[in-house]
């Protein structure tokens, strides 16, 4: 049987059956797998620390027989980001970006960049990147990569610069200006100048700048809830570790702190 080696990054691991385990990850070459690490519950050499959620590891993989499966011979554990882990909000925002990458990545030609963008998210947060500033604009890489990028230079109504008061419209996806807004197909979400601003300038900065970006709490929140709303309108749902990241948010942002 041949055997062949990718890097990836663990998405998701649940139990599969008495002694096997699912495990769910993303690779650079064929976006997101899925593949079934046998014994992994008894025999934890093959697979040392490797089958935890937001590693980055190698798998060792050979085709399943039938499905869509792979076999996992084994894994080597590359990186646990384990500074990530100690931070519960930057760990919330790690699990949100992982469930984007996972969602997005199938078109071949763009897997490698989602690989790679995630990647670089999650080193900056295990070296103690502010999750506030990091989440919205690698966000937007993301959903730039797979194909469904906002518009923010131009209202989509009037094609013209667009002036205050802004709105975001989710089925048009992009900016409106106020004297648009009326007719705008809903929903319309609000977007201070500021935000605005933020958006547009992450849409067009390289990979390697997103991290000089900053976003206070007003930013943050419009910008997020515009990409929420943009995400459910396509997805049909939410992201489910948004819940985590919006209760790690609401514990953290009491009277007297951020
Ligand atoms: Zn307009």
Redesign the pocket.
């Known amino acids: 049987m041949t055997s062949r080696q990718t890097p990836a990054i663990v998405l998701q691991v649940r139990d599969y059956g008495e002694a096997d385990r699912l495990v769910n990850f993303l690779t650079p070459d064929a976006g997101r797998v899925s593949g079934v690490a046998k014994h992994a519950k008894k025999s934890r050499r093959r697979f040392a620390n490797c089958l935890e959620p937001l590693n980055r590891v190698i798998f060792h993989l050979s085709p399943c027989p039938r499905g869509d499966l792979e076999f996992l011979q084994q894994g080597e554990l590359v990186n646990s980001f384990p500074n990530l882990r100690r931070d519960l909000r930057r760990l919330a925002a790690a699990a949100v970006l992982a469930e984007l990458a996972g969602e997005l990545s199938t078109p071949p030609e763009t897997t490698g960049a989602i690989f790679r963008t995630l990647n670089q998210a999650l080193e900056h947060l295990d070296a103690g990147a502010d999750p506030d500033s990091l989440l919205p604009p690698f966000l937007l890489h993301i959903l730039q990569l797979g194909g469904y990028g906002p518009r923010w230079e131009s209202?989509r109504?009037?094609g013209?610069e667009?002036a205050p008061p802004l709105y975001f419209s989710v089925p048009r996806g992009g900016v409106?200006?106020g004297?648009?807004s009326r007719g705008a197909a809903g929903p319309l979400l609000p977007l201070n100048p500021g935000a605005w601003k933020l958006l547009r300038l992450a849409a067009t900065l390289p990979l390697e700048k997103l991290t000089r970006l900053r976003f206070p709490p007003s930013q943050r929140d419009q910008s997020l809830a515009v990409i929420q709303n943009f995400l459910r309108h396509h997805l049909g749902r939410n992201l489910k570790s948004w819940a985590f990241w919006e209760k790690m948010t609401r514990a953290t942002s009491g009277p007297g702190s951020r």
Do not use: F, H, L, N
């Open positions: 209202c109504e009037c013209r667009p409106v200006c004297a648009c």
